[in-house]
């Protein structure tokens, strides 16, 4: 036999099969063979580039947010109970099923990639045209967040499965579950869970019980909807819903889910880190903590290690509590309490904001949420409409002004200002409605800014730890009233050295307030008592305040 007679013998495995079958089967081997090679290549190819990265890193603490005021000093010190990283002897068991039960059921099994999740996603985001679906393991999403692997593509996420499982390979099971709880974002400014813990609790993570570990897992999947300081019921309900996934997998029983889950959730949120971390003033810090908490949620950011310029002025913010508290001391009434906003009127920043004569006393924030009596501090405003409506302001006397003027309407342009009420229409021209002392204050900038009312805000930029930046805030006014109406009503207002002011008292001195404007800035002061009552010597402290309000623009 020649050698062209042996090449084409069949071979004794497919001698049996018809000729169309045993062609399928050296294409299939072919395919195989090319579809190895290939497999082997991208391997090669992403198993490289993942070993580029430093798996040190893996190890790290998030770093926390650095806040900047308007002169670059920095606003917020890290507490020191908050740099220690948790290790898994610190991890209380249940904390640990909880974590199993919601995001990874196979953790202790898998090499870091679930490969059958895996599959099962990337059928359905076929089968949707789009990544809807992740599949992504404890491991996985440790990787992602360690590095910053968050565009979805294909070669983002076999880049995600290489450094996986590295990691896997690198680390044992425990470790990665301490890390992964180091660095996940837990809603509300915590990065971590032993901030979390502390935070939401007021305890080391070690010492939580099975409802909390269950509410912190709970946050996970939606850090900023379901943090419990901004929406309780969902918090609880995500709770629920981790403790009936333990039940799934054996890791509690439904008596003991029922039980939790009867129990209504109860936060013991310490204030402490005011003293630790805050060296500004805490209704400042708080108050800007709230505005970045909506911003971070709107961008849905969960990194850590941001840099935020903020608008306050630590300065402004010291200088206005010395005169606040001279101003006090002075006074004696250990009842009286007290309120004020400074910002630029040209573009909305606010430079300080105070909301209370004692945060540790009461950290309730009367320059953000209290309603107060506006009185005669609502005068120019009735000037602004009359001018508006080109009728003579009766300077001095708000009422008679008013007569003029149809009262709905004065509704309508006090709306304009940025007064939100409630209004009694048929008493609005006698400074019926209430407002916040911010509301205020950004109703007399409109009338500094040539009747545009600006939009308020506390954070200028936000820029991420490669230094770019992903929010910034840009002067957004709104016109309220025309320009000519806005300067001929500060024509009508106390005019001294270049300085606007109007102070003045609410229904017999149950509110005093003086506000000023100069220059770029507008000042608002607020004195009187959380429930309402005529507040003594209000002549000499209406005094006072003026020269202090003048103070601040100056």
Same mark, same amino acid.
């Given at each position: 036999?020649?050698?062209?007679?042996?090449?084409?013998?069949?071979?004794?495995?497919?001698?049996?099969?018809?000729?169309?079958?045993?062609?399928?089967?050296?294409?299939?081997?072919?395919?195989?063979?090319?579809?190895?090679?290939?497999?082997?290549?991208?391997?090669?190819?992403?198993?490289?580039?993942?070993?580029?990265?430093?798996?040190?890193?893996? &190890? $790290?603490?998030?770093?926390?947010?650095?806040?900047?005021?308007?002169?670059?000093?920095?606003?917020?010190?890290?507490?020191?109970? #908050?740099?220690?990283?948790?290790?898994?002897?610190?991890?209380?068991?249940?904390?640990?099923?909880?974590?199993?039960?919601?995001?990874?059921? /196979?953790?202790?099994?898998?090499?870091?990639?679930?490969?059958?999740?895996?599959? %099962?996603?990337?059928?359905?985001?076929?089968?949707?045209?789009?990544?809807?679906?992740?599949?992504?393991?404890?491991?996985?999403?440790?990787? %992602?967040?360690?590095?910053?692997?968050?565009?979805?593509?294909?070669?983002?996420?076999?880049?995600?499965?290489?450094? +996986?499982?590295?990691?896997?390979?690198?680390?044992?099971?425990? !470790?990665?579950?301490? #890390?992964?709880?180091?660095?996940?974002?837990?809603?509300?400014?915590?990065?971590?869970? $032993?901030?979390?813990?502390?935070?939401?609790?007021?305890?080391?993570?070690?010492?939580?019980?099975?409802?909390?570990?269950?509410?912190?897992?709970?946050?996970?999947?939606?850090?900023?909807? #379901?943090?419990?300081?901004?929406?309780?019921?969902? &918090?609880?309900?995500?709770?629920?819903?981790?403790?009936?996934?333990?039940?799934?997998?054996?890791?509690?029983?439904?008596?003991?889910?029922?039980?939790?889950?009867? =129990?209504?959730? +109860?936060?013991? !949120?310490?204030?402490?880190?005011?003293?630790? =971390?805050?060296?500004?003033?805490?209704?400042?810090?708080?108050?800007?903590?709230?505005?970045?908490?909506?911003?971070?949620?709107?961008?849905?950011? %969960?990194?850590?290690?941001? +840099?935020?310029?903020?608008?306050?002025?630590?300065?402004?913010?010291?200088?206005?509590?010395?005169?606040?508290?001279?101003?006090?001391?002075?006074?004696?009434?250990?009842?009286?309490?007290? &309120?004020?906003?400074?910002?630029?009127?040209?573009?909305?920043?606010?430079?300080?904001?105070?909301?209370?004569?004692?945060?540790?006393?009461?950290?309730?924030?009367?320059?953000?949420?209290?309603?107060?009596?506006?009185?005669?501090?609502?005068?120019?405003?009735?000037?602004?409409?009359?001018? @508006?409506?080109?009728?003579?302001?009766?300077?001095?006397?708000?009422?008679? =002004?008013?007569? !003029?003027?149809?009262?709905?309407?004065?509704?309508?342009?006090?709306?304009?200002?940025?007064?939100?009420?409630?209004?009694?229409? @048929?008493?609005?021209?006698?400074?019926?409605?209430?407002?916040?002392?911010?509301?205020?204050?950004?109703?007399?900038? +409109?009338?500094?800014? $040539?009747?545009?009312?600006?939009?308020?805000?506390?954070?200028?930029?936000?820029?991420?730890?490669?230094?770019?930046?992903?929010?910034? /805030?840009?002067?957004?006014?709104?016109?309220?009233?025309?320009?000519?109406?806005?300067?001929?009503?500060?024509?009508?207002?106390?005019?001294?050295?270049?300085?606007?002011?109007?102070?003045?008292?609410?229904?017999?001195?149950?509110?005093?307030?003086?506000?000023?404007?100069?220059?770029?800035?507008?000042?608002?002061?607020?004195?009187?008592?959380?429930?309402?009552?005529?507040?003594?010597?209000?002549?000499?402290?209406?005094?006072?305040?003026?020269?202090? =309000?003048?103070?601040?623009?100056?």
């Amino acid at each position: 036999m020649n050698w062209k007679s042996e090449q084409n013998s069949k071979s004794p495995m497919t001698s049996w099969m018809p000729e169309w079958l045993q062609l399928c089967v050296r294409v299939a081997i072919r395919l195989f063979i090319l579809g190895l090679i290939i497999f082997l290549l991208i391997a090669g190819y992403y198993g490289y580039r993942a070993q580029q990265f430093n798996l040190d890193k893996v &190890a $790290e603490q998030q770093q926390q947010n650095v806040l900047l005021d308007t002169s670059g000093l920095q606003l917020q010190l890290t507490n020191a109970k #908050f740099q220690d990283c948790i290790t898994q002897d610190d991890l209380p068991p249940h904390l640990i099923d909880a974590l199993i039960a919601r995001e990874d059921t /196979n953790f202790q099994t898998h090499c870091g990639v679930d490969f059958k999740g895996l599959i %099962r996603a990337t059928l359905r985001n076929i089968k949707d045209m789009s990544f809807t679906q992740g599949a992504s393991t404890l491991s996985m999403q440790l990787a %992602r967040n360690t590095y910053d692997i968050r565009a979805k593509s294909i070669d983002r996420k076999l880049l995600e499965i290489a450094l +996986t499982l590295r990691i896997e390979q690198h680390y044992n099971k425990e !470790q990665i579950m301490a #890390f992964y709880l180091n660095r996940i974002y837990f809603g509300s400014g915590c990065y971590g869970v $032993e901030q979390a813990s502390q935070k939401y609790f007021s305890k080391p993570t070690k010492d939580l019980n099975i409802s909390e570990s269950a509410t912190l897992v709970g946050i996970i999947r939606g850090p900023h909807i #379901f943090s419990p300081l901004r929406n309780l019921p969902a &918090a609880q309900e995500q709770r629920d819903q981790v403790l009936d996934r333990m039940v799934d997998i054996g890791r509690l029983s439904p008596a003991e889910a029922k039980q939790i889950e009867d =129990t209504p959730l +109860t936060l013991h !949120q310490s204030d402490s880190e005011s003293a630790d =971390t805050v060296r500004c003033n805490p209704y400042a810090m708080k108050a800007l903590d709230r505005h970045l908490q909506e911003i971070l949620a709107e961008k849905d950011v %969960r990194e850590g290690a941001l +840099t935020i310029q903020t608008t306050l002025s630590q300065q402004s913010i010291e200088t206005a509590q010395q005169d606040i508290d001279q101003l006090l001391s002075e006074n004696g009434d250990q009842e009286l309490q007290v &309120a004020c906003v400074i910002l630029n009127h040209a573009t909305g920043a606010i430079h300080c904001i105070i909301g209370g004569k004692s945060y540790t006393h009461s950290p309730f924030n009367r320059a953000l949420d209290s309603k107060i009596d506006l009185g005669n501090a609502f005068t120019p405003f009735i000037y602004a409409a009359a001018l @508006e409506r080109s009728k003579p302001p009766i300077k001095g006397q708000p009422a008679q =002004t008013g007569k !003029q003027l149809d009262p709905n309407d004065m509704v309508g342009i006090a709306k304009r200002f940025g007064f939100k009420g409630p209004f009694n229409s @048929e008493e609005i021209f006698y400074g019926s409605a209430t407002c916040t002392p911010l509301e205020l204050a950004t109703a007399y900038a +409109t009338l500094a800014n $040539e009747g545009k009312r600006p939009h308020t805000y506390y954070i200028q930029e936000i820029k991420n730890r490669q230094g770019e930046s992903i929010f910034k /805030n840009t002067p957004s006014p709104k016109p309220a009233i025309q320009p000519g109406s806005a300067k001929a009503t500060l024509d009508l207002l106390n005019n001294f050295q270049g300085i606007t002011s109007h102070s003045t008292t609410a229904f017999g001195g149950r509110a005093l307030w003086s506000m000023a404007k100069s220059g770029d800035l507008t000042a608002v002061l607020w004195l009187g008592y959380d429930q309402p009552e005529p507040v003594p010597n209000s002549s000499e402290l209406i005094r006072k305040m003026r020269k202090i =309000t003048h103070s601040w623009v100056n």
